[in-house]
Structures are given as C-alpha cells and as structure tokens.
C-alpha cells in the first residue's frame, strides 16, 4: 500500500516540503505521498485526535503548530523536549513519535557549506522565538559555551537564558553593536528581512575578520543581512540548506531510505522560488 506523509501549517501554501519530498520519492521510485494540508489553530488539536486513523505513516509540522505536536506526540526524544518543538512525527508501534530536525538541519547545512564553523569562539544569535532554539540547541551540542542571544523583547531572550543554561547570555536589540563585538558566528533567526529590503540590523565591521554569517530566511536567498555580509568580504550561507537537510530523517521514518542533499535538488527548490517571486 501506498505510504501517506502529510506537513500541517497556517499559513501552508509557501511551504516547499511538497517539492522536496515528491523529489525525493520519484527518484528512489517509492510509491508514497507528501500532501500538504492547511490546518488552523483553532482545528489543530481535532487534526492530532483523528491522526491515528487517518492512514498517514507520520508528516512534517511547522509554524505554529510545532509546541502542539510536542503536546500530543505520545513519546518525544531528549532533543524534542529540549527545543520544546517537534518538526516531526511518525508511528511506531502504533504510537505517535516526535523528535525535531531543525537543530539538525542548521548543523548539516553549516557542516557542508562551511566546514570548521563550530571550531569556537563567541556565537550571536539574533531572535529568541521557536527557530532561535533550534539554533541555540545545535550550537550547545557544537560546543559554543558563548552564545549570546539578542531580541526585540529580552525577556524572551532571558527565557532561553533560564532554559538553556549560562553560556547563553541575554540581550536586546538596542545593545547590538556591543555584543556583536568580535563574535565568530552570526545566526538570524527572526523574520526580519523575510521581504528583502530592509536595512541590515548589523555593523559588520564589529565582528571577527573571519567571522561567518547565516540566516535561516531563505526567501530572498540573499537576504540584506548576508548582502552586507558578503559586501564586507566576510563567508555566509543562506538558509535553504537548513530547510533540505532538516527534510532527511523524516523521509528516512516514513519510506525507509536516507536521502541526498544535491545540487539538483536545491536547484529545484531555486527555481521554484524564481517562479513565485
Ligand atoms: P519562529 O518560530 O520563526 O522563530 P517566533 O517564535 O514567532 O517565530 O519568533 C519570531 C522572532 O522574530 C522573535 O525573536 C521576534 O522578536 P520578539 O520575541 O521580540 O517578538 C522576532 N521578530 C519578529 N518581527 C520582528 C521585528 N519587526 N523586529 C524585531 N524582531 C522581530
């Protein structure tokens, strides 16, 4: 019998899941599907109920539903419960599992794109909301001991402080420039240019000559932060490789194979961007 994957989202039309996933399937020639279905928030909790009968092997949940499959997966993993999100889901043994591969994802793409990112120094993460603990989880588990965390509201940043322990340091947007101040990794996490014109938040002649600059926006690919980056001659990655490389371990639950990260299908994915620009 054909195996059943869905994603849930609100909004779920942008998300390119579908794509990657269907591209996956038809090369390996699995009979499978990859639907996506736009589930609101006030019909999520009935979408969980219902999910044991519904034929689905498991599906992929992105914002804002993340903290609700953390919820209502029966059995969630140690890095589930310490991003307090789970991206996916999938029966065993007629349970409902969840883990998240958010933090995976970014260490992968860093990994194949920017080999000896995680070889020390200070850290700057910008945003402090659900895709900031992904972040800040892979940088913890990568050994950074100085991550320092910048927010529009500190008090949210101070929550991670308080969840992740002292190498995380708390701050808000005002004090900016001061913490940048020689950091060897920039991570934006906050939809803060999502539009692709607005000014770059950062000063990048403040950061270490070697410093490496990503962001987990990946529409634009470039986005004005990475733009500035590059302008100052300093190494950056976009986002999309976080976006492919957070897709393989749930392909792997739901139709048995690990699959590649290429440049034909990241290609793919540009084009489809191009397309709906
Ligand atoms: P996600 O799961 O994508 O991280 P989120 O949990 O809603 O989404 O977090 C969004 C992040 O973007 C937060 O860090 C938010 O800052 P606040 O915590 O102060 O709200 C940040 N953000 C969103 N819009 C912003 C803006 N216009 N200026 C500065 N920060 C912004």
Do not use: C
């Amino acid at each position: 019998m054909a195996r059943k994957a869905f994603i849930i989202g609100d909004p779920i039309s942008h998300s390119r899941s579908p794509l990657i996933h269907g591209h996956w399937l038809s090369k390996h020639g699995i009979d499978g599907s990859y639907e996506a279905i736009h589930v609101k928030q006030a019909e999520v909790g009935a979408f969980f109920s219902s999910l044991a009968h519904s034929g689905f092997v498991g599906g992929n949940v992105t914002v804002p539903h993340k903290e609700a499959a953390y919820a209502h997966a029966a059995i969630k993993d140690q890095i589930a419960d310490e991003i307090g999100a789970v991206n996916t889901l999938w029966f065993e043994n007629g349970k409902l599992r969840g883990t998240n591969t958010d933090s995976y994802g970014f260490a992968q793409n860093l990994d194949e794109r920017a080999p000896g990112w995680d070889s020390g120094g200070a850290a700057l993460v910008i945003g402090a909301g659900g895709a900031s603990r992904a972040v800040i989880h892979a940088l913890k588990s990568r050994g950074f001991t100085d991550i320092r965390v910048a927010n529009r509201s500190v008090e949210r940043a101070m929550e991670l402080r308080r969840g992740f322990g002292a190498t995380v340091s708390a701050h808000g947007l005002a004090a900016l420039d001061e913490v940048a101040s020689g950091v060897r990794l920039v991570v934006n996490t906050t939809s803060l240019g999502m539009e692709g014109d607005g000014e770059a938040p950062l000063n990048m002649q403040l950061l270490h000559p070697e410093a490496l600059v990503t962001d987990i926006v990946y529409v634009p690919l470039e986005t004005p932060l990475l733009k500035s980056a590059r302008l100052a001659g300093l190494r950056t990655v976009d986002g999309l490789g976080m976006l492919l490389h957070q897709a393989r371990p749930g392909f792997e639950k739901w139709f048995g194979i690990l699959p590649e990260v290429t440049p034909e299908l990241r290609q793919l994915i540009i084009a489809d961007m191009e397309l709906h620009s």
